[in-house]
């Protein structure tokens, strides 16, 4: 998978606190080979995914993340069973905090990001917005199976003929126990 030349991949861990108090960005890519759960969800990952990060501070001094990742990727059609190109992008907007409860007390535009030690994995991070952000469904937009292999109602055979009904056996023995 070639990687554009003019990104730099972006680093795996960062301080997230530092960068958003300085107010600085980050441009670049993820390498397809450290997503491992974006692998295993997708058929596969088509060239790079890209990030774009803008570290800082919302009006209330809540250290803030902002930024979107893009890519495409490879799912499984779920009417043909062949793989479907989808394009991704994924916007986020994080609020920094430092435990579960503060996370809680974020405003609701705000998703929480724990960064409980010194540094956050920002792949894992990353991975987990792609995976939100992948159809519940992969289909493709023109038609991939004819309506002919789909069959709705009743079939020529149930239609044509008598079918047996499912509670005879029950009608039977009601029958015999009202005879006793």
Known sequence: ????????????????????????SLDGILPPDALERLNSAVESIDGAISAELRFGRDLQGRLTVRGRVTGTVELLCQRCLHPVREQLEAPFYWGIVWSEAQGKSLPRDLDPVIQGGDELDLYQILEDEILLNLPMVAYHQEKCVPKGHFQFGESDTEAGGQRENPFKVLEQLKGSSGKS
């Open 1 to 24: 998978m070639p990687t554009d030349p003019s990104r730099s991949l972006l680093p795996k861990c960062i301080d997230a606190r530092k960068l958003a108090q300085r107010e600085q």
